[in-house]
């Protein structure tokens, strides 16, 4: 289960670096120059996680940010599936709705809510929460550096977190520069997502009734799609 998870996490890692820019040395340009209306002020912000998928995961979230850095986040959550990495993300898309999503964005209408088809709401991944090293989307899916869920809950916290920037594709719209991405985050217009469900009840991800990942065919739709989400405002 190990080796297996940790081959996905490679796999879709190469799908989501396309979509990342400079991702370290973005971030260390010019860090003192102007940062846009309000950059100077600590701005905290705050979410309530509410599930997708019919989950019953719940949660919350915290954040303060200063210019192009998260000082310091948090994300409490509960309800997860037990003893499995989960993924999670702050999107943001300037063509998003800064929104989570509902079942009207099931685009194919199988009843059910896959990454891709929540980006209308929630735009691309713009920084990855992981436990340690890398924070960019190049990160999205590194499942070794996801928190576990030990008895379906997990609490994280990090702090100094540098926005990156990120590009965006033609189907997920246009994304920004790390001061674009920080100013809309500090506005209100970054949703936690918290990703991974267990279906089909085998307690691992596996490949359930609802078959392989959007992102990646040979992964399980079970590893991708979102649980959580709230807006940070
Ligand atoms: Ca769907
Ligand atoms: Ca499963
Ligand atoms: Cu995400």
């Not at 260390?28 to 002020?41: I, T």
């Not at 920004?176 to 970054?190: D, F, P």
Request: glycine share 12%; net charge negative.
């Amino acid at each position: 289960m190990k080796k297996s998870m940790t081959t996905l996490g490679a796999t879709v890692l190469m799908l989501f670096a396309a979509t990342s820019v400079g991702a370290s040395a973005a971030s260390a340009h010019n860090p003192e120059g102007p940062q846009g209306k309000g950059a100077g002020k600590n701005v905290t912000l705050t979410a309530t996680l509410s599930e997708l998928n019919h989950s019953g995961v719940s949660g919350t979230a915290s954040a303060l940010v200063r210019n192009k850095k998260i000082k310091h986040i948090e994300v409490n959550a509960m309800g997860l599936t037990p003893d499995a990495p989960h993924a999670q993300h702050i999107h943001f898309g300037d063509q998003a709705l800064h929104e989570c999503p509902t079942l009207a964005q099931d685009a194919n209408k199988d009843g059910r809510l896959n990454t891709v088809e929540g980006v209308p709401a929630y735009g691309p991944i713009v920084v990855s929460l992981t436990t340690t090293g890398d924070t960019s989307p190049a990160s999205a899916l590194a499942v070794d550096r996801f928190p576990v869920a030990k008895h379906g809950m997990f609490h994280y916290s990090r702090s100094n977190i540098k926005f990156t920037d990120v590009a965006g594709t033609g189907a997920d719209g246009g994304v920004g520069t790390a001061k674009q991405i920080a100013e809309a985050v500090r506005a209100g217009e970054g949703v936690v997502v918290i990703h991974g469900i267990d279906y089909n009840d085998d307690s691992i991800y596996s490949l359930s009734g609802e078959g392989a990942s959007e992102l990646d065919p040979s992964l399980p739709a079970e590893v991708t799609d979102p649980v959580a989400c709230g807006v940070l405002h």
